[in-house]
């Protein structure tokens, strides 16, 4: 977002802004990994010095940004409110094995250090990933913008996008 000025009309309209989803790829230099995190939290800043109600995104990789093996504190998680509302993606990085690790590492270590009272879940949430967690705080999951734009998805009501995970009947 290299202008974000031209956004903020726009943006007023909705009740919250969600904080940009800045890559923390496993292959990405610590250098980085901390650029995108700036970015992550430069474009949130912004948003609320201009009155818009910013829920902030946590997006983690590999342990250099869910631990502090790396840094005194895990990049992941600096800036962001404990006991708040934060947003998720599970979009892309919950397919393989390894990759499904990383994600419970990092959401365990998101849920113990930040403990949020909502996560929103923009992407799937399976069963064996999120499943030891729903007791930590309320998931609210909603689709990813290319599941969205599926037929079947679009013709569900608002209320059924925004279900509860693990909570279906």
Sequence with gaps: MRDPDKYVKDL???QAFVSPDASMYWDMPLAALIVNKYRNHAIGYYMQSKGIYTIPNVR?????TYTTDYL???LAFLGVERHSVVSIGSYGVVKT?????HFRAGLEAMLDWLEPEVVLVYGSTPDD???DYWKYAEFIRYPDWTSYLRRDEQQAQPEELLRKPGREG
């Design 12 to 14: 007023r309209r909705y």
């Design 60 to 64: 983690w990789g590999d342990e250099r």
């Design 72 to 74: 005194p504190e895990p």
């Design 97 to 101: 094995r390894d990759e499904k690790r």
């Design 129 to 131: 990933v999120f499943g």
